[in-house]
T-cell receptor, first 111, second 113 residues
Framework: NAGVTQTPKFRVLKTGQSMTLLCAQD?????MYWYRQDPGMGLRLIHY???????AKGEVPDGYNVSRLKKQNFLLGLESAAPSQTSVYFC??????????FGEGSRLTVL | GEDVEQSLFLSVREGDSSVINCTYT??????LYWYKQEPGAGLQLLTY?????DMKQDQRLTVLLNKKDKHLSLRIADTQTGDSAIYFC?????????????FGRGTSLIVHP
């Protein structure tokens, strides 16, 4: 039972490059979230999804895009990476209003 | 918008009690949560409390909820060095038509031997 799996765990990009972070959950959860964690800032919501085929903007969506083509996967894309996007990214999922399950994080550095 | 507020640091001696405080914003939050994050890891649910409860106890953990003041606290009895971590308070905020878990900035608990 893997829970929530994020890939890759580490990535270094140059400014302007693009990349996609993949989040996969095997718990049949409806809701999925992408957060970023920066020192002293806690977790800030980037985008979220309330079901397959749906996405919505969170608190800090600029510079990111997402897709939820399959219920178990939630992809976070950076089309043109900027140094301000250096962060640790966490994916999370849950069924309804209960416990949020987190992945182990993806550490992204943009040079 | 308003933030979920927590103090950033707490330092205690091993064996003492730790109390981490949180002020939340959405009075309609059905659930309020405490998550724990160990170094290099994701967040894990530590405990939660329903909004119709005043207190919840789970072994060494006690959660107190004051709905009038929108104040939540987590008490860890007999704190151990293994309790050193970042603790996040979270509410469930109504946002964009859905209930979204919204986190405070986290309190770094440092336990001295």
């Amino acid at each position: 039972n893997a829970g929530v799996t994020q890939t890759p765990k580490f990535r270094v990009l140059k400014t302007g490059q693009s990349m996609t972070l993949l989040c996969a959950q095997d718990m049949n959860h409806e809701y999925m979230y992408w957060y970023r964690q920066d020192p002293g800032m806690g977790l800030r919501l980037i985008h979220y999804s309330v079901g397959e085929g749906t996405t919505a903007k969170g608190e800090v969506p600029d510079g990111y895009n997402v897709s939820r083509l399959k219920k178990q996967n939630f992809l976070l894309g950076l089309e043109s990476a900027a140094p301000s996007q250096t962060s640790v990214y966490f994916c999370a999922s849950r069924m309804g209003s209960g416990e949020l399950f987190f992945g182990e994080g993806s550490r992204l550095t943009v040079l | 918008g308003e933030d979920v507020e927590q103090s950033l640091f707490l330092s205690v001696r091993e064996g003492d009690s730790s109390v981490i405080n949180c002020t939340y914003t959405d009075s309609s939050s059905t659930y309020l949560y405490w998550y724990k994050q160990e170094p290099g890891a994701g967040l894990q649910l530590l405990t939660y409390i329903f909004s119709n409860m005043d207190m919840k106890q789970d072994q060494r953990l006690t959660v107190l909820l004051n709905k009038k003041d929108k104040h939540l606290s987590l008490r860890i009895a007999d704190t151990q060095t293994g309790d050193s971590a970042i603790y996040f308070c979270a509410e469930t905020r109504f946002y964009g038509g859905s209930y979204i878990p919204t986190f405070g900035r986290g309190t770094s608990l440092i336990v001295h031997p």
